[in-house]
């Protein structure tokens, strides 16, 4: 402790002392020592701060840089969710971009594909020639009218095919007021081209004590690349040689006419850049004539050249031909890539094919309906052949965009440019493409020709795009545009539509597993990735809140003048929902569609090889009727119903004047909706199609209590039950026969349906021939059922000329547009008792 201490002292006297001479320097020294520390001291803290500042550098630059990617990648996926749309599916495609070219598939390379025309041909092909008919008749009106597209307002007494086989000929009669116009054609093979044809057109007078002159025009356009040159001789088109890509050099023959008196000939010459203007040109360069010099009767002639100034070559050929009636003319397409040609096929060589065709079609049609051991008589097969006829003679080829918008877009953007092969509701009204529609259509055609309907059916599905929705109308092409009025063009990716293609899809399944020809394996794998997707659309936009419901979207929450919103997506448009639409709506119809797509993606899976056990548990769950019951079966009507908040008491009324409006100040004037008890959560219970989709696609067990409730609600005269089918809503309905707004009449509200009563048929057929308790119930319905629907449509028929889109309930009298020949034509099918 002492030695510590003393240390302790030594050191602080030490440190006390005042510093000699070498202490002097050590402190000098140490001096400086400390100013150069502080020197690296500073040197250190500028690095530091350097660092820092650097480190703070790097990192805004690592941030600005990550911005900028961040901002790219946002960019990016902005213009990606918004091409999403417009982007195809990525999976091979099922029709080939040649799969429809003359050297893959001559048979049906050219066809009656311009549905919207009274008569007409092209090809498949984007860019195809087109020919086409157009008549007047002469010294009626100043001026006659033109015949060109399919309208109603033309009325004619009655149009369409009598005959035609999808693929090599089709006879047609057209019946005007004064004359009868029959159009034929005839194709025949060769060649590298797609063969040649022929068409003939005749015109007969009603009253052979009438004179009746008639002017028939038959034209030639280039819708694309190409050259078209007219052979000329005496004012008369003799001939015009063409040449495009497709179809290499072609020649189109004018024979000269036969039977007619007083046959004179003109042409046209011109050059028009829209097809779909073409009757438009062909009008106005129309002049008049004297016909008979010795009497002053004007009739109208085609004015010759007429090419404007600056114009491109001529691309639009007319050859007209005037006479008193009878008249008779044929029309002959050449392809110079046939060497083997004996002779040119028209006169009698062309009787005699036709004839060939017409003993083959007959024969075709008994071995495949076989409605003589039907016990039908000759005009009910008449009529059954008819409307068969004109089902595949409507079948068009279109290529173009679709116009389509999703929730990402501000403004609509163009599908991509593709091909569709489809038959189509009605050549008057809707001659393009309808999804929902397609799927009944194929129902006959695949009875027809299986063949045609895989065909349609592979365009529809390569029309999917990345996200597994296909666009519900398709508006392909300048023809088909202009008849479309503009609030209906834009496509929008959260509406669906039912997918019926289902349902010619199951019976194709089944010919196809038990068939050795590997293109049917290959078809099932092709079609299958499609199905899937489509399907997993479906059930991820159209699911509803409760696990295992669905709901259509596209309804509109916020209208004021709709009595019931519509549900165009449902494809039962004003057919009464919940009133109020929102996000807790259960739709019974959507249900039952995903429950029948399960199933067939089940069995397709199954043959495949594939993973079919989701399938087949997603149908089990759907098909369970204790769980359908639970979600769609309203105890108090004790029948399947939709369920959301909804109101009976909802009226249409005039609005009244605003308050202070000035004299003769405009005001809206058009009725608005009054709901008078407001709506409540609940099923929506008004009888109709809606509630009977559990038992028309067969999801009720045979031995439910439900069924034998339903069968016997559909004898009902005061609900369904009429003379001459089931109607679309009961008689009791609050909606029935309403309008649902002040200008839109009443379309899914008491009128009979005849793909609707197909598919109760079905039904009816079904549960008559299984076990079960009600089997005769189901099997009485049925037949009476069904000759109803039969009846009715055949007698219509032979009164109007028509087969028409819908039935009065009241009367039976058609309904809607004309000629229908799409799925009212499935009465060939009830006729046949092929379901």
């Not at 040109?281 to 008979?292: C, E, G, V, Y």
């Not at 067939?600 to 087949?616: C, P, Q, V």
């Amino acid at each position: 402790m002492v030695k510590h201490r003393k240390r302790q002292q030594h050191n602080t006297n030490a440190h006390n002392r005042r510093p000699n001479q070498s202490e002097n320097s050590a402190g000098v020294e140490s001096q400086n020592e400390s100013a150069s520390q502080k020197t690296k001291h500073k040197q250190r803290h500028k690095r530091t701060l350097d660092q820092s500042h650097q480190r703070k550098m790097a990192w805004l630059i690592i941030f600005v840089l990550a911005m900028m990617l961040g901002g790219t990648i946002y960019m990016r996926y902005q213009i990606y969710i918004q091409e999403l749309v417009a982007t195809p599916l990525d999976v091979p495609k099922m029709i080939s971009h040649n799969s429809s070219a003359p050297t893959v598939n001559p048979e049906k390379f050219w066809g009656t594909y311009r549905s919207n025309l009274y008569f007409g041909l092209k090809t498949r092909s984007p860019t195809s020639p087109v020919v086409g008919l157009m008549w007047l008749e002469q010294a009626t009106m100043m001026p006659p009218p033109i015949r060109h597209w399919c309208s109603q307002d033309d009325r004619l007494s009655r149009y369409g095919w009598l005959k035609h086989d999808g693929v090599n000929f089709g006879i047609q009669n057209i019946e005007e007021q004064h004359f009868n116009l029959t159009t034929s054609f005839v194709k025949q093979p060769g060649g590298e081209h797609g063969g040649d044809w022929t068409a003939r057109i005749s015109a007969i007078p009603k009253d052979t004590n009438r004179p009746v002159i008639v002017s028939l025009m038959f034209y030639v356009a280039l819708d694309g690349q190409g050259s078209l040159k007219p052979n000329i001789a005496r004012n008369r088109m003799e001939s015009v040689n063409g040449q495009s890509i497709e179809l290499g050099n072609f020649k189109i023959s004018f024979p000269k006419a036969r039977n007619g008196t007083g046959i004179k000939y003109h042409h046209l010459i011109s050059y028009s850049s829209r097809l779909e203007k073409l009757k438009d040109l062909l009008q106005n360069s129309m002049r008049t004539d004297s016909f008979d010099k010795g009497r002053t009767i004007p009739y109208f002639t085609l004015g010759g050249r007429l090419i404007p100034r600056d114009s491109p070559d001529p691309n639009f050929m007319v050859h007209q031909v005037t006479a008193q009636l009878p008249l008779e003319m044929d029309v002959v397409f050449e392809s110079e890539s046939r060497y083997d040609r004996h002779s040119s096929l028209q006169g009698e060589l062309y009787t005699h094919r036709l004839e060939r065709f017409s003993k083959s079609f007959d024969d075709k049609f008994t071995e495949v309906f076989n409605l003589e051991k039907k016990r039908y008589n000759v005009p009910e097969i008449y009529f059954a052949k008819a409307a068969l006829s004109n089902m595949v003679g409507s079948i068009g080829y279109f290529y173009g965009s679709s116009v389509v918008k999703s929730k990402y877009n501000k403004e609509p953007i163009y599908y991509w440019p593709a091909p569709l092969y489809t038959a189509v509701p009605s050549r008057s009204f809707f001659p393009r493409g309808f999804l929902w529609d397609e799927g009944f259509h194929n129902l006959l055609i695949s009875q027809w020709d299986p063949e045609i309907s895989k065909d349609i059916i592979a365009h529809w599905l390569d029309l999917l795009n990345a996200e597994g929705w296909i666009p519900r109308e398709q508006i392909l092409g300048v023809e088909a545009s202009a008849r479309v009025p503009e609030e209906f063009v834009v496509q929008r990716n959260e509406n669906a539509n039912p997918p019926t293609l289902f349902l010619p899809l199951q019976r194709l399944i089944k010919d196809m597993t038990t068939s050795q020809d590997p293109r049917d394996k290959q078809f099932l794998k092709s079609i299958f990735p499609r199905l899937k997707k489509w399907f997993s659309w479906f059930n991820t936009t159209q699911v509803g809140n409760e696990p295992l419901t669905y709901y259509w979207r596209g309804r509109d929450d916020q209208t004021k003048k709709e009595l019931n919103p519509k549900t165009l997506t449902s494809g039962l448009d004003d057919y009464p929902r919940a009133s109020h639409p929102n996000a807790k709506e259960r739709h019974v119809d959507l249900r039952c569609w995903m429950a029948l797509a399960s199933g067939i993606l089940s069995d397709i899976a199954k043959e495949l090889g594939e993973n079919w056990k989701e399938y087949e548990a997603t149908h089990s769950v759907l098909s369970d009727n204790g769980l359908l019951d639970k979600l769609h079966w309203s105890p108090k009507k004790q029948r399947y119903s939709d369920y959301g908040l909804h109101s009976d008491r909802v009226v249409l009324v005039k609005p009244k004047p605003p308050k202070n409006l000035q004299p003769g100040q405009p005001y809206d004037k058009e009725k608005i909706r009054e709901v008078k008890i407001e709506p409540q959560m609940q099923f929506v219970e008004s009888f109709g199609y809606v509630s009977l989709f559990p038992f028309m696609l067969k999801i009720v067990e045979p031995s439910s209590l439900k069924l034998y409730k339903i069968l016997n609600d559909l004898t009902n005269t005061d609900l369904l039950w009429t003379n001459y089918g089931l109607r679309s809503l009961a008689r009791n309905a609050p909606q029935y026969q309403k309008r649902n707004t002040e200008h839109d009449p009443p379309y899914w509200r008491g009128a009979i349906w005849i793909n609707m009563n197909y598919l109760t048929l079905s039904a009816l057929h079904h549960y008559s021939n299984i076990p079960g308790p009600y089997q005769q119930l189901a099997n009485g319905i049925y037949k009476d059922l069904r000759a109803n629907v039969v009846n009715n449509l055949i007698k219509e028929y032979y009164r109007t000329g028509y087969i028409y889109e819908q039935y009065d309930d009241i009367s039976g009298e058609g309904k809607g547009c004309h000629p229908f020949t799409g799925w009212s034509a499935l009465v060939v099918l009830i006729m046949a008792e092929k379901y």
